[in-house]
């Protein structure tokens, strides 16, 4: 019943909108394909990740705060509870937030890995009847790439985008020394390490749906850390002018 429900809600229109633009495009390229289907659902999620994004940036502003009530009040833990909850409301700040939006988008990233991983294989008893039924799709992306095998640069390049992408997610906090912020360091290194090796045992068109989505958000935090920059020297400038 849930995975009859699953393909009829995520997986069965993803692969019906990849073949759709692959019969669209020169030479019905799958990886052009993937690129585009994958960008079209990063847009569409792009609300959420947005606000993920922001109540990160939220929660680590006040992690000297967090700190220090934690230490304030590790004897009573009621009180510690409380304090932290009243820190949240000032701020705006609903850590549940992360988790939600987080939650909304597993299934579609499940989708899009399986619909992705067989992508190369044309079912068309799947295609709904409007959409274009190529005879076939070309899985060489490039002339280089074939996107049914591993390709190792391709998977290096996965593992490096992931570290970029968690350096820029997790900025250095020499101040701070909690467990989280630790393990958040450690991540930026031995995760993108445990990715590249993954994406070097799976097919190519893996690889380039995760280094799509990967550059995808590295854009992403570089335009909210611009926009941020920006409202911050308005605000200065405002006070300053206000003086």
Same mark, same amino acid.
């Given at each position: 019943?849930?995975?009859?429900? /699953? $393909?009829?809600?995520?997986?069965?229109?993803?692969?019906?909108?990849?073949?759709?633009?692959?019969?669209?495009?020169?030479?019905?390229?799958?990886?052009?394909?993937?690129?585009?289907? @994958?960008? =079209?659902?990063? &847009?569409?999620?792009?609300?959420?990740?947005?606000? @993920?994004?922001?109540? %990160?940036?939220?929660?680590?502003?006040?992690?000297?705060?967090?700190?220090? !009530?934690?230490?304030?009040?590790?004897?009573? $833990?009621?009180?510690?509870?409380?304090?932290?909850?009243?820190?949240? %409301?000032?701020?705006?700040?609903?850590?549940?937030? @992360?988790? *939600?939006?987080?939650?909304?988008?597993?299934?579609? +990233? &499940?989708? &899009?890995?399986?619909?992705? $991983?067989?992508?190369?294989?044309?079912? #068309?008893?799947?295609?709904?009847?409007? +959409?274009?039924?190529?005879? @076939? +799709?070309?899985?060489? *992306?490039?002339?280089?790439?074939?996107?049914?095998?591993?390709? /190792?640069?391709?998977?290096?390049?996965?593992?490096?985008?992931?570290?970029?992408? !968690? *350096?820029?997610?997790?900025?250095?906090? #020499?101040? !701070?020394?909690?467990?989280?912020?630790? =393990?958040?360091?450690?991540? $930026?290194?031995? !995760?993108? +390490?445990?990715?590249?090796?993954?994406?070097?045992?799976?097919?190519?068109?893996?690889?380039?749906? *995760?280094?799509?989505?990967?550059?995808?958000?590295?854009?992403?935090?570089?335009?909210?850390?611009?926009?941020?920059?920006?409202?911050?020297?308005?605000?200065?400038?405002?006070?300053?002018?206000?003086?």
């Amino acid at each position: 019943m849930i995975s009859s429900l /699953f $393909r009829q809600i995520f997986f069965n229109p993803l692969y019906n909108l990849l073949i759709a633009i692959s019969a669209f495009l020169p030479g019905q390229s799958l990886g052009g394909a993937i690129i585009v289907l @994958t960008i =079209i659902v990063k &847009l569409t999620l792009l609300p959420f990740q947005h606000q @993920t994004l922001k109540m %990160q940036k939220k929660l680590k502003l006040l992690e000297p705060q967090l700190q220090a !009530l934690k230490k304030d009040y590790h004897q009573n $833990r009621n009180e510690q509870a409380k304090q932290i909850m009243a820190l949240y %409301q000032t701020h705006g700040v609903n850590p549940l937030t @992360t988790f *939600w939006t987080i939650l909304i988008q597993i299934p579609i +990233v &499940l989708a &899009l890995f399986l619909v992705f $991983r067989d992508s190369a294989t044309l079912h #068309p008893d799947l295609l709904y009847s409007f +959409v274009p039924r190529p005879e @076939t +799709v070309s899985a060489n *992306w490039l002339g280089l790439v074939d996107l049914t095998k591993v390709f /190792f640069p391709l998977s290096l390049s996965v593992g490096l985008s992931q570290f970029i992408q !968690l *350096w820029l997610a997790t900025p250095s906090s #020499p101040q !701070l020394s909690s467990p989280a912020v630790q =393990i958040q360091k450690q991540m $930026r290194y031995w !995760l993108p +390490v445990f990715i590249a090796f993954a994406a070097s045992t799976l097919p190519a068109a893996i690889s380039l749906y *995760w280094l799509t989505g990967n550059l995808f958000t590295i854009v992403h935090e570089l335009f909210i850390r611009r926009a941020a920059a920006l409202t911050h020297q308005s605000e200065k400038d405002g006070s300053s002018t206000g003086q």
